[in-house]
């Protein structure tokens, strides 16, 4: 009896929360749509627990994937984000002088002198100062779920030699990169739906060095793939 109380409770939530939220999501802050996605997301979890059947979620299901969709389109099909990585000993050492200032979120300020003083602002999607690892995953995290529902994605870093490239992607077993935090919430997604879908996942290893690119797993059997979730449905 007391979990008949418990699926219908689940289920009275994730109808209110339908029933309350608009249809039309044009005009809609990110940020607003964003506190809408994580409150759907949540009682739908709630609502799986309690043992509701997928059928009845659907419409739950397709209203969340339509808010994820609708936050990636406001946040445009391509971001970029910069990340200055604080002076090292040398350059302290040397009397190397700082000239970036982060203005906002988003705004990077460079100061010069060499034509005299110049000021020249930037604009990125977002601005890390250094910003720690956990913030900088955070603001591509929803990837992760577009990947899953069948969008193709690329996070990739661009800078000169001892940019910080290596550090914000891979990092160290303390402060663990973008790529270690994506793997890691990849497999952890594909473990929460799998008693709905059965997912397979490939992976390779590619090193592009000089316009010549390298196969760093030619003779291994990694790309035979690694089979999670054991359930499969449509």
């Not at 418990?6 to 994730?14: K, P």
């Not at 002076?87 to 300020?109: I, P, R, W």
Request: charged share 25%; glycine share 8%.
């Amino acid at each position: 009896l007391m979990e008949m109380v418990r699926l219908e409770e689940a289920m009275s939530d994730v109808q209110h929360l339908l029933s309350k939220f608009p249809t039309n999501l044009r005009g809609l802050p990110p940020a607003e749509l964003n506190d809408m996605k994580n409150e759907i997301t949540e009682a739908i979890g709630v609502a799986k627990a309690a043992g509701v059947p997928e059928a009845a979620l659907a419409r739950a299901e397709q209203y969340r994937r339509k808010l994820h969709n609708r936050i990636l389109e406001l946040k445009g099909a391509i971001r970029v984000f910069c990340r200055v990585r604080p002076m090292n000993k040398k350059e302290m050492k040397q009397g190397d002088k700082g000239v970036l200032q982060q203005l906002d979120s988003m705004t990077l300020q460079i100061a010069t002198k060499r034509h005299g003083a110049i000021e020249t602002d930037f604009t990125f999607d977002a601005v890390f100062l250094p910003g720690t690892q956990a913030e900088v995953f955070e603001e591509c995290k929803d990837l992760i779920r577009s990947a899953l529902d069948g969008v193709n994605v690329t996070v990739f870093t661009y800078g000169q030699t001892g940019a910080g490239k290596t550090f914000t992607m891979y990092g160290t077993p303390e402060e663990a990169g973008t790529a270690t935090r994506t793997i890691k919430e990849l497999f952890d997604c594909i473990e929460e739906e799998q008693e709905r879908y059965y997912t397979k996942v490939t992976g390779s290893m590619m090193e592009l060095y000089q316009n010549d690119l390298f196969d760093l797993h030619p003779h291994s059997d990694f790309n035979s793939g690694f089979e999670g979730a054991m359930a499969a449905s449509e």
